[in-house]
Structures are given as C-alpha cells and as structure tokens.
C-alpha cells in the first residue's frame, strides 16, 4: 500500500505555480507539429490537418497527435457537487488535460436556471483559458437505465439543444425510470431512450448543432444497463451513441483507511435489485484493477459487441463531485434559496480538515488519450468517433502509437479504431510503440509497465441473441514482458490471417495484482481482479487499455 498524500497545491481556487510536466512536453511537441499555432490562428474550424489518409488495399491512416481530457466532470451546476469551474479548470491545467466536459447532472433547478448561466461560465472560462478545450455537456438520467455523457460542439445552440433534450427525454425529470423485466412502463421507458437518440442525431443532421456524442456512464454500477438496451442506443445512432466509460470515475472510493471497510473502487458497492438486469452474474457489480467488468472481463459484454464487427469506444474519467482529501465544504444557502429555484449551489467554502470523498481531480489519476489530425473541439469529437482512444490510471505511460499493417506494405498502417483489409494468408503485423513513464505521478510514484496483453476476437457480425454478453472467442493470444524497459521503444507482433476477420486490442498494467481473468486462465491468465473491500489503493494498481483495430479478411 502506498501511501496518500493530497494533492501538490491545496487551494484548487489559487492559480497553480506550474503545469503539470507531461502536460508541458505534450503541448510543446503539439507546438513543433503546428498544430496549436495553426489552431489559435485560424480558430478550431479552420485548423489544418496533420496529413491526409491515402488508400490503398492495406489501408493507412494519418499522423495523430493525442490530446488528454475527461468528459465526466461537475461543478457547482449539479446539486451533489461542490467546485467552481475555475477549481476544475485550474486542476484540469494542472494535471495536464487539454479539453473536459462539463456534465451537470439533470433536474429542473438545471434545466430552468443553471444551464444558461452554466454556459456563461462556459463561455468565460473559454476565454481565460484558450488553450484547454472546455465542452458544456449535461449527465443524462436515461429512461429505464443509468447515465450517459451528453455533449455537444460549441455553438449558437449548444445549450438550447441540451436543455431542449434534457426537458424531453430525461428519466428522471419525466418520471420514466422503471426498467425492470416485466414492469408495466418498462417497454415505455426504454423506447423513449431510443427516441431520445433518434432526436440527437437529427440536430447534428439538420444542423442545428455541428455535432454530439453521447457515451454511457459507469454501465455496471448497478446492472441497469442491459445488453439489449446498449445495443439498441448504439444501433440507433452509431454516429451518436459510441461508447462507453470502460473504467469509472471515483477511483479513490476504497483508499485503505478512508472512506470504509466496505469501499470499491468506482463506487462499485451495490447489489443487485430489481432494477437490475437478472442476466448479470453476481460479480459484476464489481470493479476489476478499477475498470468496469464489462470491460475488464476478456470474453465479457465489450468484446461481445466488438465481436459483431462494429466499434464500440471506452474511456476513462474523474466523475469529480468530491476529491479525496480535499478540506472545502459546500457553502450555505440564503434564506428562502435552494437548488430547484437557482440551479446552482452556494460556492464553496475551505474549513482546513478533510472532508468526505471519492473521486480525484480531473487528469490526476485517469485519462482519456484522443488522437487527432488538428486542434479543436470537432477534432477531438471526430477522434472519439473514430475510435482513436487509448487510456490509463496513474499516469502509467507517457505515450501509445498502435499500428497496424501488411507487411507488404511501407505505409504508417491502421491505427486505434481503424479496419484493415487482408486477403487469407497475408502476412500483418501490429507496432506497438511505448514511451514509459519519465517521470513521478502526482501520488510521486514513477510507474513502470510490467506487461502488455495482446487481446484477439473473431467477428461473427450481428447476434441473435441481443442480451448476450460473452464472446467466446476471444482471449489472450500473447504477452509480452516488458519489465525493465525505459524510454520509447516498438514491440512488433505478427498476426496470423485466416478466414475469419477479428479484431485486436492492447491492454497492460504496472504488474502488482493480477489473476486469472473472469472467465478463467484459458481466456485471460493474468487479467485484472477484484480487491478486498476497502483496500483497494488506486496507485498500486493501474492499467492501460486500447480501443480495437479490425481485421476484415476479404476472399481471394
């Protein structure tokens, strides 16, 4: 167990003395590669592209530069949070972070009042801060299941198009919640969710909006996500709904010592109700090495819609509401005031002692890496689309460049989120290129990566069975021990092609507690695991997860 230490500045609302050191390195090398001066030249629509992608049977894709952010942050614009945007602006600067998402939770005190005054905080925060990308999003109740991610581009109607969403289609604020098997309103409830995508998607069609994206918020929390009913948001909208949190925020939930003996990472501590999908095993209400089952579980509900042959992207965020030892309070309302009548919270107020927690700030412990091909908001939307997206807990890796290509070709390859065509037989082979961490996290550990997962599944297209969670053919195929290597380095890893197309995704860890995988040591002999409830230190056991590349195999 390590031990916790608060974070390097204790009064977020005070500017920090520095930025953090990658977050430096990461803007200097965007610098060089001209992005950012292109981007505050011409504006975030004009910024020109790093390259261009060629054809080509093997397929190529274009040099990327990744940008770190978290789409899953509150402020004082949600009734259970507590900080200003300048305390989760000035902590995003800090620990690195180029663009966040705002997300307030729905209610009608947010949707009558604090969304428009939110986006004037948006808007000024914008200005003070012109190199951080900072998106207005909303936290969607989603009729008869959890939470989603709402987000849209900067524009003319951003918020009118969330508070529009957010008086018509939230769970919560219509009363449309019930989403148990057999339950009068739970066809309803679930229709109306898919209605609800249908309407996103017409914005950015009409073009009322430049573009949204929706993403699914810790899915097996509670188990109130069925397979069915992400498959049916997904199919709705592609375009729209991609994804999903692989690992939740609240990271910091079983510090040993802190919180409780009966503390998960994530806030994973429930039981299954009636609410709750009955196909899920008991299990999976659990975090594993802080990632979401349906994620950590190779052979699990990520794989299986992987295995239909469509991307489905994850990520990684702070769902920051209270930091762990963090010593400011909520402020105290004025007589006759609350949130339902102005949309937003007294601000904080520092008392000197901790105060109760689970989350840490933004880019401190997780972070979501986003390639894109220029600097601005439609860029890193366009990256999250495109499945560009890597991500990892602890600050474990400076850097990740996937490739993959024929090895007749001479080409940069496929990249994260990408297809490559082959014909059966064709010799591939995936470049993985690793920088490791050169410096000490904000806990002031230097992580080191012990191992990298080669993860391989066949794609068998569409299921029958839309409640399936098990892809039975994917597994492990390889792994590489890379304990001891510093710097940056390529790990080159032939493929086999055969008849059937497959996907491949990348996964590692800083080594310290694994086990066998949840479908046991055939599928995944070193996966994540569970940990004891309340001692689950974050920092002593972090990992890094890929989005997928495909593999379509055409015929001869």
């Known amino acids: 167990m390590t ?7 204790a009064d977020p609302s005070v500017s920090p003395a520095r930025l953090d050191a990658q977050g430096v390195s990461r803007r200097r090398l965007l610098r060089r590669a001209g992005l950012f001066g292109a981007a505050f030249a011409l504006g975030p629509a004009a910024t020109p592209a790093l390259a261009s992608p060629r054809g080509g049977f ?23 949070a507590k900080y200003t945007f300048s305390q989760q602006a000035r902590a995003a600067a800090t620990y690195g972070l180029d663009w966040m998402v705002f997300n307030e939770h729905s209610n009608f005190g947010h949707a009558n009042h604090g969304a428009e005054l939110e986006h004037a905080e948006i808007v000024r925060a914008r200005a003070e801060n012109p190199r951080q990308l900072i998106f207005q999003g909303l936290e969607w109740y989603i009729p008869a299941a959890e939470h989603c991610t709402v987000f849209a581009a900067p524009g003319p109607h951003e918020t009118d198009l969330l508070t529009q969403f957010e008086l018509a289609y939230d769970g919560k604020l219509l009363g449309y919640t019930e989403g148990s098997a057999g339950a009068a309103d739970t066809a309803r409830n679930e229709a109306h969710a898919v209605k609800a995508i249908k309407w996103l998607a017409e914005q950015r069609r009409s073009g009322y909006v430049d573009d949204v994206l929706v993403l699914a918020n810790h899915p097996l929390r509670l188990g ?11 199919d709705a ?17 079983a510090i040993p010592g802190w919180r409780g003996s009966t503390s998960i990472r994530g806030e994973y501590e ?40 469509r991307l489905f992207t994850i990520t990684t965020n702070s769902d920051n509401h209270r930091t762990v030892f963090d010593t400011w309070k909520n402020g105290d309302w004025p007589a006759g005031q609350n949130f339902d009548s102005t949309g937003k919270l007294p601000d904080p107020v520092n008392t000197g002692t901790p105060q109760p927690g689970s989350d840490f700030w933004p880019g401190e412990f997780s972070r979501t890496h986003v390639g894109v091909t220029r600097y601005g908001y439609r860029a890193v939307m366009a990256g999250l689309r495109a499945g560009r997206v890597w991500l990892d807990h602890g600050h474990l890796l400076d850097g990740l460049d996937v490739r993959l290509r024929r090895d007749r070709d001479t080409g940069r390859g496929v990249t994260l989120g990408g297809r490559l065509r082959v014909r059966k037989g064709e010799r591939i082979t995936l470049y993985v290129t690793v920088t490791t961490a050169s410096r000490p996290n904000p806990q002031g550990i230097l992580p080191e990566l012990a191992h990298v997962d080669v993860i391989r599944g066949a794609v068998r297209g569409p299921v029958a069975d839309r409640d399936t969670w098990r892809a039975p053919d994917t597994r492990v195929v390889q792994t590489r021990d890379v304990s001891g290597r510093t710097g940056t380095y390529t790990l080159r890893i032939p493929l086999t092609v055969g008849e059937e197309s497959f996907y491949v995704r990348l996964r590692g860890s800083d080594g310290n507690r694994h086990g066998a995988g949840y479908l046991g040591a055939a599928v995944d002999p070193n996966g994540p695991v569970p940990h004891e409830p309340g001692n689950g230190d974050p920092w002593a056991d972090t990992w890094f997860y890929s989005n997928p590349i495909f593999v379509d195999v055409a015929g001869d």
Request: net charge negative; charged share 20%; proline share 8%.
């Open 3 to 9: 031990e916790q230490r608060p974070p390097a500045w």
């Open 58 to 80: 093997g397929g190529e894709d274009p040099r990327l530069a990744y940008l770190v952010g978290d789409h899953h942050v509150h402020s004082v614009y949600s009734h259970d």
């Open 224 to 234: 109130i996500d069925s397979p069915h009913e992400m498959r049916n948001w997904r």
């Open 237 to 253: 909208a592609p375009e729209i709904v991609i994804g999903m949190e692989g690992a939740p925020g609240a990271q910091g939930a």
């Open 270 to 309: 429930n039981k299954p109700t009636a609410q709750s999908w009955a196909g899920y095993p008991a299990d999976a209400f659990l975090t594993y090495g802080g990632f979401d089952w349906a994620t950590a579980t190779v052979g699990g509900l990520w794989d299986s819609l992987l295995a239909e042959g």
